[in-house]
């Protein structure tokens, strides 16, 4: 059964640093979202993918974040310049058509 | 704006049956889910619900009502490896918004011999 797949697993960096979050969704499936989970809280919605452009974005979403996919099968999420309260689970999600969000494994994120 | 609610922790016993209630108040509804999370991984799907009443998988159901803003998740024949956060999802269905989830606390569920 096809996957949602994320790199890297973990990734730890300085305050301040850029970092990239990978994403491969599931081939064919046309709808992309990058959520985040905060350790002890809920899942929080952060943007959503179609169509190569953001169709919404939360608040959480602030310029310090962007999305792209870059060659057709890569979904990208950047930090620009990370601060302590990025730390986090990032999931990236897709769906088809229909009505299930496949989420990925998600990647730690870890801000010092 | 969403709003959902559901209890932050139940305990039951193996071979039980539990109960994790779920309310919401949204703007443009469009499905309820259900997912199964255990500790450091991802959310995995257990269910949808989008017209009123039970829909049934195996040892999982859940339940809609929609004019009560109400669902539940039950969980029969309960196991050890059903120890979990569940955590209820309300899909909007504005297509602008991206049908994006909005999910709830999450109920953690312990399981015990």
């Known amino acids: 059964e096809p996957e949602v797949t994320q790199t890297p697993s973990h990734q730890v960096t300085q305050m301040g640093q850029e970092v990239i979050l990978r994403c491969v969704p599931i081939s064919n499936h046309l709808y992309f979202y990058w959520y985040r989970q905060i350790l002890g809280q809920k899942v929080e919605f952060l943007v959503s993918?179609?169509?190569?452009?953001?169709?919404?974005k939360s608040e959480i979403f602030d310029d310090q974040f962007s999305v792209e996919r870059p060659d057709g099968s890569n979904f990208t999420l950047k930090i620009r310049s990370t601060k302590l309260e990025d730390s986090a689970m990032y999931f990236c999600?897709?769906?088809?058509?229909?009505?299930?969000?496949?989420f990925g494994p998600g990647t730690r994120l870890t801000v010092t | 704006g969403q709003n959902i609610d559901q209890p932050t922790e139940m305990t039951a016993t193996e071979g039980a049956i539990v109960q994790i209630n779920c309310t919401y108040q949204t703007s443009g509804f469009n499905g309820l889910f259900w997912y199964q999370q255990h500790a450091g991984e991802a959310p995995t799907f257990l269910s949808y619900n989008v017209l009123d009443g039970l829909e049934e998988k195996g040892r999982f159901s859940s339940f809609l009502s929609r004019s009560k803003g109400y669902s539940y998740l039950l969980l029969k024949e309960l196991q050890m490896k059903d120890s979990a956060s569940y955590l209820c999802?309300?899909?909007?269905?504005?297509?602008?918004?991206?049908?994006?989830?909005?999910f709830g606390g999450g109920t953690r569920v312990l399981v015990k011999p």
């Open positions: 999600a897709d769906r088809d058509r229909e009505y299930e969000q496949y």
């Open positions: 999802a309300v899909r909007d269905g504005r297509e602008a918004a991206g049908n994006k989830l909005t």
């Open positions: 993918f179609y169509n190569n452009e953001i169709s919404e």
